[in-house]
């Protein structure tokens, strides 16, 4: 039985934990009630943040007189006692608008289902598992994971911590003796605390920690719920431990999470260039341009330059950007995800099952120079069929023996292509923008392979809203939201076929790819909606 609902507290000084509890929460109860005690400072935060969490959430923003105090001063204060009630005053304020609630601490990461709510019980609490000597001093239950139904738990929890022991924890053993109860079991809210003050030693307790495919067990049973502070350096051995099982779990979701948690912001990695390692020297244009953008967005998206080789979401989450798998010949750190921008999940797939990539995911294209495509896109309207000066365009260049065996073929392209050129070396027919305007002018695009098997005149031509007409070598269905052939683009094997299909398009059904095209591109592509569609999916999918 999963709860009711769910509540928590926070404040200003803890507010990025809680965004990890929240999201985690919304990946494996989406769209669950929790109801939120907090200063206003957190919950505009919250509301602030990419992207929007998947949860209902209900605000009561009643603890601001806490917001510049962290747990020292409050003690000193002699309020810590008060700050700690809030549980119970969120406990008491879910109760009134849901049948029972499950409290957790702002300090944890989800990992699995919450369903195993006793609801024949009025109180569900949860064993420290520490030695007695520390049951003795903290109490022999945890504070910070209590389900309830009775609205008279959350009074009585105030009532007996005046005279506790310690605090809020102590105090649950007196609940317990007034209220029938079950415990939560070893595998829900596993706190640093049991690695260092555990029954057993910390690492016994690690060996029975194991993977089953992408699931985590502590000795039989899945491990629910973390209690820790990531950027607390003590606990720093073991929350490597818990990262580092997460990522031979392939647990991406929860370890980018993580990682948001820890850096104060989603974190794309990017390599310094010049690269030291010629291989990996980039113009920094291409999907690391339009990462600079997402920045320019998104106020908790933060670029990073580093020695790194490949760029990266968190510290895992490989954003594959290069054409072809070459630039993998030195091999890469274990990942979490492998997003491929170029090739096809396919073929490029099979060759990447030697590199242990697990899971791999199709990614998304861009445009060789986004700025500059999104400046036109923004001073320049989308031109109406009849405005269009051309009927087709294809410009390219051949700059490698790859391109050459693509387009350098026997077909007969400039016979059919209203505006074709194909140049051949480094120097180019048009500048940047006056291509880019060559595609606006036209109804519909060539697209013939390059270097990779996706090229960015694909996606070039749909930001216009030129209908792209595909070649066979050309890698369409590997994008995170797959190109529909006559939705998106037309296919043709050879020049006759590619003029067939022109002369056969009516101006209505072009009128309605061009449009399909501009708005697969602005949801997908375009930097105003890229970022909150890629993590949504990563996430979320």
């Avoid at 959430?57 to 007189?65: C, Y």
């Avoid at 605090?167 to 007034?178: G, Y």
């Avoid at 415990?183 to 029954?199: D, P």
Wanted: glycine share 4%; with cysteine.
């Amino acid at each position: 039985m999963i709860p009711n609902s769910f509540c928590t507290i926070c404040t200003k000084k803890c507010v990025q934990e809680l965004i990890g509890l929240l999201l985690s929460l919304s990946i494996h109860h989406t769209n669950e009630k929790i109801y939120i005690l907090s200063d206003e400072e957190t919950k505009d935060t919250i509301m602030k943040i990419s992207p929007k969490i998947k949860l209902n959430i209900e605000w009561a923003v009643k603890l601001n007189i806490y917001s510049n105090y962290n747990r020292q001063q409050m003690v000193k204060k002699n309020i810590w006692n008060e700050f700690q009630m809030s549980k119970a005053n969120v406990i008491l304020y879910a109760l009134e608008k849901s049948k029972d609630t499950l409290f957790l601490d702002s300090d944890m990461i989800i990992l699995d289902t919450i369903n195993d709510i006793d609801k024949t019980k009025e109180l569900g609490v949860s064993p420290q598992f520490i030695q007695q000597k520390n049951v003795d001093e903290t109490g022999y239950y945890n504070g910070g994971m209590l389900w309830t139904k009775n609205k008279n738990v959350p009074e009585d929890w105030k009532k007996f911590t005046q005279t506790s022991r310690y605090h809020d924890q102590a105090s649950i053993e007196d609940l317990v003796k007034k209220y029938s109860y079950f415990e939560f079991g070893e595998n829900y809210n596993l706190q640093t605390w049991r690695f260092l003050l555990g029954l057993e030693p910390g690492h016994e307790l690690a060996k029975k920690i194991k993977i089953k495919k992408n699931d985590i067990y502590l000795k039989d049973k899945k491990l629910k719920n973390i209690h820790t502070h990531f950027n607390e350096k003590r606990f720093e051995m073991i929350n490597n431990f818990f990262k580092n099982t997460l990522l031979n779990a392939k647990r991406y979701k929860e370890l980018l999470i993580i990682n948001r948690v820890e850096k104060n912001n989603w974190i794309i990695t990017i390599p310094k260039q010049p690269h030291k390692q010629h291989l990996y020297r980039h113009k920094n244009d291409s999907f690391r341009e339009l990462a600079i953008l997402l920045k320019l967005r998104n106020k908790d998206v933060e670029l990073e330059y580093t020695e790194n080789q490949h760029v990266w979401l968190g510290e895992n989450i490989l954003l594959y950007d290069r054409p072809t798998l070459e630039w993998l010949k030195h091999g890469i750190k274990k990942t979490s995800l492998f997003l491929l921008g170029n090739g096809s999940c396919k073929i490029e797939g099979e060759i990447l099952k030697k590199y242990k990539v697990n899971p791999l995911k199709p990614w998304i294209f861009w445009p060789r120079h986004p700025m500059r495509l999104e400046k036109i896109l923004k001073e320049k309207s989308i031109l109406s069929y009849e405005d269009r000066r051309y009927e087709s365009v294809f410009i390219g260049n051949i700059e490698n023996s790859i391109q050459n065996q693509y387009r350098n073929t026997s077909h007969d392209w400039h016979n059919v292509v209203d505006l074709f050129y194909l140049t051949n070396g480094n120097k180019h027919k048009f500048t940047q923008e006056e291509y880019l305007l060559n595609l606006r002018n036209s109804k519909y695009g060539l697209c013939l392979r390059g270097y990779g098997s996706k090229c960015h005149r694909e996606v070039e031509l749909m930001a216009f809203g030129t209908v792209p007409i595909v070649t066979p070598e050309v890698s369409i269905t590997s994008y995170w939201e797959p190109l529909e052939e006559d939705i998106h683009y037309l296919y043709a094997n050879n020049p006759q076929e590619f003029k067939k299909k022109i002369n056969e398009m009516t101006k209505v059904k072009w009128e309605i790819m061009s449009k399909n095209c501009q708005e697969w591109y602005k949801r997908n592509v375009h930097s105003e909606n890229c970022w909150n569609v890629m993590i949504n999916r990563i996430l979320y999918e």
